[in-house]
């Protein structure tokens, strides 16, 4: 979690500013519940990166990741006053993403998009990514998104293959033999391109 | 896979997280304040605090010139006295229509073509390139009609470009108010719970701030820079507004509602107030190119030009006739294009200098598209473009 984050958290009330200890998960929901936007905040910029990052590995695109994760949030706040607080707020939250972010690459090709540009009507450059997380992206590009969708759960939200099967509603042996798969191509994909 | 793997899909970093964080940060508050005052009872004592806008009710004058004007109408207006078709506009320009014929651009020669089976259209900023919207697809066209980009969104309407660079674009999709860049890339939420109310782009630099009007379902103005997300001012006029429009300048905002029109300076401070004579019901309003001027279609059966720069400003009566419907500025500010689907004509006013009208009849069989039967009146999308570029 980050620094920012983290005071974030311990700034909800003023005035009861005690240890600069993370607030728990299930004590940000119920304050954000209970009208307090500091605690949505703190909820916010705790899982934002990560549900960025899952929609941006599965779908390639910037500016879509960053609509998913938004609409992920919309959602959230939607069901705010039904979330079971028994419930992991993270996996549930990232099971929206993955869900949308598998949808959004599967109707991709909806979009009936040119490469042609036009001259009066353009956009600012492109964030460069570092090379380091290009050969990333590079390999994931080799898998379909389910595949992708797979690998972004266990490995950067750090799922169990149970966890996964529930979030994509997939059998847990289709899970695994993703996994596997997704795992071999990859793993090929980045020896590759670091040569 | 390798623990190295691994470990780089966890250090993974997207492209500008942070930028996309406090974007996404600012729709998700606003979207919780929302829910939150949902919740929340509204107490009656709030009701005192809704500022009490000054009303100036600015008498009617109807001037000797607009006397004249009328006189003249009068005489001009009958089908006999309108032109067959649209032979010439009388000012330099292109307009842009949409209707049950498809959206339909029209030259200073008065040569028209089709540009595909739009409903609504929007110009960019030099009328290079127009936006159009249908169902639930929303894209970009050139002059000939060929699709340069295309994006599929539910419900899509009310494309605007933003000026003077084109660099983005806004539409309203279902309740939501979202932003593309020009060449049809990034598209983005930028507001959730939105009326339908066509956005409004503050007119400034070419690579912004790009700060955008709307409506929320509630009825406040917000205006908010479309990049970063944040809101820069927000206000609640009172009535619902159904109209949205920025001086050239960018220095005023007009928002029109039925009954009332308001205009704000550009920080959101305190508004001039118009209200409409004889409590007329005002079904399209246009800022004029230099923003000193406003059109207003009352009631249904007259246009009205009024000062926009005085908050008691004189009105003039350009032009009368029962079921008038909206009206454009040409791009050098002197003439009124007046769309009248009750007589099925377009009727050209001149506001400056001598008075001069020039009706156009079967405007509906012009733009139908289907061998000259008529499907419905088209409605004007916009007149462009001025000296400096900007569409009208």
């Not at chain 1, 910037?62 to 705010?80: G, S, T």
């Not at chain 2, 304040?33 to 919740?39: E, H, I, K, P």
């Amino acid at each position: 979690m980050p620094a920012a984050a983290e005071s974030v958290a311990v700034t909800g009330e003023l005035g009861r500013r005690r240890a600069r200890r993370p607030r728990s998960e299930q004590a940000l929901i119920r304050g954000a519940i209970a009208g307090s936007e500091a605690d949505l905040e703190a909820l916010f910029r705790r899982f934002w990166p990560r549900a960025y990052r899952t929609a941006f590995l599965i779908v390639h695109d910037h500016a879509a990741a960053e609509d998913i994760a938004q609409e992920a949030f919309l959602a959230a706040i939607r069901r705010l006053d039904r979330f079971d607080r028994r419930r992991r707020f993270g996996p549930w939250l990232g099971a929206i993403v993955a869900n949308r972010a598998i949808d959004w690459a599967r109707v991709r090709t909806a979009r009936r998009e040119t490469s042609d540009s036009a001259t009066d009507p353009a956009s600012p450059p492109e964030v460069p990514l570092g090379r380091y997380s290009q050969e990333v992206l590079a390999a994931l590009a080799s898998l379909s998104p389910e595949h992708r969708a797979v690998i972004v759960l266990r490995y950067l939200l750090e799922y169990s293959p149970g966890e996964i099967a529930r979030a994509l509603e997939l059998p847990r042996g289709t899970v695994n033999s993703r996994l596997r798969r997704g795992l071999d191509t990859l793993e090929i994909r980045l020896k590759e391109l670091e040569r | 896979m390798s623990a190295a793997a691994k470990k780089r899909l966890r250090e993974f970093r997207a492209p500008n997280e942070i930028g996309a964080e406090d974007r996404a940060w600012n729709v998700v508050r606003e979207a919780y304040l929302d829910r939150q005052a949902t919740v929340a009872r509204r107490p009656r004592w709030r009701l005192a605090l809704v500022p009490a806008l000054a009303v100036i009710v600015a008498a009617l004058v109807l001037s000797p010139a607009g006397a004249s004007v009328r006189r003249l109408i009068t005489h001009a207006l009958g089908q006999k006295h309108a032109a067959p078709a649209l032979f010439s506009l009388p000012s330099p320009g292109r307009i842009l229509v949409s209707g049950p014929g498809g959206t339909w651009t029209a030259t200073t020669d008065g040569s028209t073509r089709r540009l595909g089976p739009w409903q609504q259209a929007s110009w960019s900023p030099h009328g290079l390139y127009v936006a159009v919207a249908s169902g639930d697809q929303l894209a970009a066209v050139d002059p000939h009609g060929t699709i340069r980009w295309a994006l599929a969104r539910p419900s899509v309407s009310d494309p605007r470009w933003y000026s003077p660079s084109g660099y983005r674009v806004a539409y309203l999709s279902a309740s939501t108010l979202r932003v593309v860049a020009g060449d049809g890339t990034g598209d983005h939420l930028l507001a959730t719970r939105v009326a339908r109310v066509a956005p409004a782009w503050r007119p400034g630099q070419a690579e912004g701030p790009y700060a955008l009007a709307y409506v929320t379902a509630r009825g406040r103005v917000v205006v908010r820079d479309a990049g970063s997300g944040k809101i820069l001012w927000s206000a609640a006029p009172g009535t619902r507004p159904q109209e949205l429009m920025w001086s050239n300048d960018g220095r005023r905002l007009l928002v029109l509602s039925p009954h009332e029109a308001w205009i704000y300076p550009a920080n959101g401070g305190r508004p001039s107030t118009l209200a409409l004579p004889r409590g007329e019901a005002a079904s399209d309003g246009a800022l004029s190119p230099d923003g000193r001027k406003l059109a207003l279609v009352l009631g249904g059966r007259e246009v009205i030009v009024a000062g926009a720069g005085s908050s008691t400003p004189s009105m003039r009566q350009v032009l009368a006739g029962p079921g008038v419907r909206a009206i454009s500025w040409s791009p050098d500010g002197r003439w009124l294009l007046v769309s009248w689907p009750a007589a099925n004509q377009w009727v050209f006013v001149r506001v400056t200098g001598a008075p001069r009208v020039a009706a156009v009849s079967r405007i509906a069989q012009q733009f139908s598209g289907g061998g000259g039967a008529a499907r419905g009146f088209p409605q004007i999308e916009g007149w462009c473009c001025t000296a400096e570029g900007s569409a009208g």
